[in-house]
């Protein structure tokens, strides 16, 4: 009810049950105009809250943080559709959860939406597509692995040379289980270059081969603020050929395919792949 609205008060009775009691009702249906309620001011909940989400997409986590300290909004609570296991672009969904009725009873103050979805974004992120890798990234990493190939190779000139080292291209792989525990990464990369290596020994070990040397990255990570981040630490050169040096083999792959198999094959249970065309 509000002021000003008006109540018919309406009433049923029996003057023959009644007059035994020497009783006679009278009377017909009476009007009342309402007056001297409170007004009922409306309030937006969601003007006294902010979302914050924190963590690494996609494992955010979603949190209601209030904004306003006075007794109406600091009594206002709130339930997420979703509070963690949360990727940038997903909408999480908050809704008030007093009893809108007794609320006004309460506090004199009505709610003007119960609801509202908020969308994750401006967050860090584990990248998730090979395409949003930024050229400094792979400008970093591609000098990463030659930097790997050819410190593998200064170790042992003694035996080993390589020659005409050429980028062929990437493995790029994403985990199926975005939220769950990954123990080779989020993401995985491996930048592939290929080289002739040549026995450089007195008595040649085996002729000049060409060899594929892939070099493995993981978790490419993208900041809020757009830079990206890849760990160039404990990289190294995937693999073992059949090419024998002085007891020992030449790291890599001599067959693409085998390669392949190896690296991205034996994964296919836990990552998708992207793979750069002519490497399977």
């Not at 963690?84 to 809108?100: A, C, L, Q």
């Not at 584990?126 to 400094?136: E, F, G, L, R, T």
């Not at 900041?223 to 160039?232: E, M, S």
């Amino acid at each position: 009810l509000s002021n000003g609205d008006t109540v018919t008060v309406s009433f049923e009775f029996d003057n023959e049950a009644a007059a035994k009691f020497k009783i006679e009702y009278v009377g017909e249906p009476t009007e009342y105009t309402v007056e001297g309620l409170k007004e009922v001011k409306k309030i937006d909940p969601f003007d006294g809250i902010r979302v914050d989400f924190t963590g690494t997409s996609p494992n955010i986590s979603a949190e209601v943080v209030k904004t306003k300290t006075d007794d109406v909004y600091s009594n206002i609570y709130f339930d997420l559709s979703k509070s963690y296991g949360i990727k940038v672009g997903d909408t999480v969904t908050v809704t008030v959860s007093n009893n809108p009725e007794y609320f006004v009873e309460d506090y004199g103050y009505a709610f003007t939406a119960t609801s509202k979805d908020y969308t994750c974004s401006d967050v860090d992120k584990y990248i998730d597509k090979a395409a949003d890798i930024s050229d400094d990234t792979m400008s970093t990493m591609k000098k990463q692995t030659e930097d790997v190939i050819n410190s593998y190779f200064a170790g042992e000139n003694k035996y080993i040379g390589v020659s005409d080292l050429k980028f062929e291209g990437t493995y790029f792989l994403y985990a199926k289980d975005e939220n769950g525990w990954n123990w080779d990464g989020n993401n995985q990369i491996y930048i592939i270059y290929s080289g002739k290596v040549k026995s450089v020994e007195d008595k040649k070990a085996f002729d000049e081969t060409t060899v594929y040397f892939p070099v493995r990255f993981k978790d490419i990570m993208q900041y809020a603020d757009g830079t990206q981040n890849v760990d160039l630490n404990n990289t190294s050169i995937s693999g073992e050929t059949n090419l024998e040096y002085y007891y020992r083999n030449v790291d890599g792959y001599t067959n693409k395919g085998d390669m392949y198999k190896e690296l991205v094959e034996s994964q296919k249970a836990d990552y998708t792949e992207e793979i750069t065309d002519g490497l399977k």
